[in-house]
């Protein structure tokens, strides 16, 4: 059970971490929404979709929320390198990234892509080659990695074995 203290520290420290990265967002409004949005994907909201995470945060409409997820101007690498920081900084040791999964079937229908606003350079890439690309970035972060671990689908996979041996061959 977590105590009024603890909970209270909790939102200390979620504050400062977006106050941290609240400069990503420019202006005011999209900041709070940040917050807001955080908070209710942190909240006990049955369902994360963006009407019921709307409703937790006291919005009247989803609509502030899709537009900070949709339109709004912030670049995801500069806040994930911002979260690496502090993670780094505050916690220890945490792996802070992501990788969007595209089958196939999206990344040949270029259409869709620009429906979807993926970008044209976007090409299809397996789940492992998008891992070694989130353990290479985790490396040269300032994350102090000591050991890398995974499942059966990537710890058979020789290429992501070998460039973590590779790596750690070369000190990092």
């Known amino acids: 059970?977590?105590?009024?203290?603890?909970?209270e520290t909790g939102d200390r420290d979620l504050d400062h971490l977006l106050t941290t990265i609240g400069?990503?967002?420019g202006r005011v409004e999209p900041?709070?929404?940040m917050r807001d949005y955080v908070r209710a994907l942190l909240a006990p909201v049955a369902r994360?979709?963006?009407r019921q995470l709307a409703e937790h945060a006291g919005h009247v409409t989803p609509d502030g929320l899709q537009?900070?997820?949709s339109r709004a101007r912030w670049n995801p690498d500069d806040i994930r390198d911002d979260l690496q920081t502090y993670v780094?900084?505050?916690l220890g040791r945490a792996l802070m990234d992501r990788e969007l999964y595209l089958p196939k079937s999206w990344t040949d229908d270029r259409d869709r892509c620009h429906a979807t606003k993926v970008p044209d350079q976007r090409e299809f890439a397996t789940k492992n080659t998008l891992a070694a690309t989130i353990v290479r970035r985790a490396l040269a972060s300032p994350l102090?990695?000591?050991w890398v671990t995974a499942d059966a689908a990537y710890g058979q996979d020789n290429r992501?074995?070998?460039m973590l041996e590779t790596r750690r061959r070369a000190g990092r």
């Open 144 to 146: 102090p990695i000591a």
């Open 31 to 33: 900041r709070r929404r």
């Open 23 to 25: 400069h990503h967002f």
């Open 48 to 50: 994360k979709d963006s």
């Open 160 to 162: 992501f074995r070998r």
């Open 88 to 90: 780094a900084e505050h």
């Open 1 to 7: 059970m977590i105590t009024e203290q603890a909970a």
């Open 67 to 69: 537009h900070l997820l």
